[in-house]
């Protein structure tokens, strides 16, 4: 694991964050949280590896992750993730298009933007750094809505003022962004057409923006800047058939499960990869509760990519949710075999070892995906009931903080948090991740 969990909160920009949501004054917002896919992310991965390469990131520890938002949105909190709304990858219309986001977003890290805000402090690093820093955008979008709620927040305008980016900050990042799209190989008209995509918006008033216009201002200078970029370029670069593909699959598998059974079935058949469009079918097939038809589309997309751990887990799925545990085991044993790193993955053998009766490898393939991302509120929920079923009541009780801290609901974290560090052993890393969310329930209480 990357993640320093024995760090303690009160160096992390969670604690500022806390500050803000506590002196505005309360308002319950539409909230904001994270949607988890071992596909879609490993997709993400794939778009985003060159452009942060070129920006002289680490791919291998700046992620870019869903957040479960219709709107057209993207943000970065911190200096490891950059954060999509689902809205957005199903509103732009080519890789290079989203690619242009990623870039401009990871400019934002490597010009410094972040740490001008946030002074001195560090990344958030724990569940409850995350959790509050969620529950910080989820008050300045407003108008997004989700299926899980995260902390209720305000629509306070010293919160939009500390996140919204300068247009002096916007436009040194579309320069930067264009660069790295050219260093690594991708055409830079992505960012004119994005641009151009957005070029009415500032006619309207701020209720009728999109959200990413208020925090990602666009002047018409932009735009030309832009084009001015693509013209002095002189080239056309073509586009990778690899991250069309990706491209493809991506907004392929949201389609598919945020839009209605029907009308995947009816659009399927446009999709110009037969994979996608099999997977695409199987999901539609699964939410109408016909599972046949679902495993008959997942098997044709494994037959044509035979090594796909992703649709392995896939299957995987369909069959957990039908209650065929050990089919699932089988599954995801063969997903976790075949992409060993993925800690969604890992958490989904997990869950269904448990459910087959193979509690103790069950317990322990948890244990692991944990350790590798605590992002996974569903996996830290099957982790509390785990260590519970397993008479561990300390661990039970701090992952369950973990959990309500990852979800911005501090206040709620606080006592279970409290019990853990009462039960786990003074001093231990289980004992440390305690107060970590103890020390920030407890800092949001003095403030209120």
């Known amino acids: 694991m990357v993640i320093a969990c024995t760090r303690r909160l009160a160096s992390i920009p969670a604690l500022l964050f806390c500050a803000l949501l506590a002196l505005a004054a309360p308002r319950p917002v539409a909230a904001l949280t994270l949607l988890r896919d071992a596909d879609i992310e490993h997709g993400l991965t794939e778009l985003s590896f060159p452009i942060l390469r ?142 151009r995509a957005f070029a009415g918006q500032e006619l309207l008033s701020v209720s009728n923006q999109d959200v990413y216009m208020q925090s990602h201002p666009l002047t018409r200078d932009r735009l030309r800047a832009a084009q001015d970029y693509v013209e002095a370029f002189g080239r056309e670069l073509p586009a990778d058939p690899l991250h069309q593909y990706w491209f493809d699959r991506v907004r392929g598998k949201l389609s598919a499960f945020t839009r209605a059974p029907d009308w995947t079935l009816r659009r399927a058949p446009e999709e110009a990869n037969a994979d996608i469009r099999l997977m695409r079918q199987a999901v539609a097939y699964h939410r109408l509760g016909r599972l046949d038809a679902a495993l008959r589309a997942i098997d044709g997309a494994i037959a044509l990519r035979p090594e796909d751990a992703y649709y392995y887990d896939l299957r995987g799925q369909f069959l957990m949710e039908t209650r065929n545990w050990a089919g699932a085991v089988a599954a995801y044993d063969t997903a976790n075999r075949l992409a060993p790193n993925e800690p969604l993955i890992l958490a989904g053998l997990g869950r269904a070892q448990r459910a087959a009766g193979q509690g103790a490898a069950g317990l322990d393939s948890l244990e692991q995906a944990r350790s590798r991302d605590f992002r996974d509120a569903r996996l830290l929920h099957d982790l509390a009931l785990a260590y519970a079923q397993d008479g561990r009541p300390g661990m039970a009780a701090l992952v369950t903080a973990e959990r309500y801290a990852l979800e911005g609901r501090l206040e709620d974290a606080g006592p279970h948090a409290r019990r853990a560090a009462m039960q786990l052993p003074r001093g231990s890393p289980p004992w440390q991740r305690a107060q970590d969310v103890l020390s920030a329930s407890e800092k949001l209480q003095k403030r209120k």
């Not at 990344?123 to 959790?131: D, H, I, N, V, Y």
């Not at 919160?159 to 055409?187: M, P, S, V």
Request: hydrophobic content about 50%.
């Open 54 to 195: 070129a920006a002289g990131l680490n791919p291998r520890t700046v992620r870019v992750m869903v957040v479960d938002d219709d709107t057209f949105n993207a943000f970065v909190l911190d200096h490891r993730t950059i954060y999509l709304h689902y809205g957005l990858i199903q509103s732009v219309d080519s890789a290079r298009m989203l690619q242009a986001v990623i870039a401009h977003e990871a400019a934002h890290i490597t010009n410094g933007h972040i740490a001008r805000r946030m002074g001195n402090m560090q990344s958030a690093r724990t569940a409850a750094g995350l959790g509050a820093a969620l529950a910080a955008m989820a008050a300045v979008a407003g108008n997004g809505e989700a299926a899980v709620g995260l902390a209720a927040g305000t629509q306070s305008a010293a919160l939009r003022g500390f996140l919204a980016h300068t247009r002096a900050e916007e436009a040194a990042a579309d320069r930067a962004a264009a660069g790295f799209l050219t260093y690594a190989g991708i055409d830079p008209r992505g960012l004119v057409e994005l641009h």
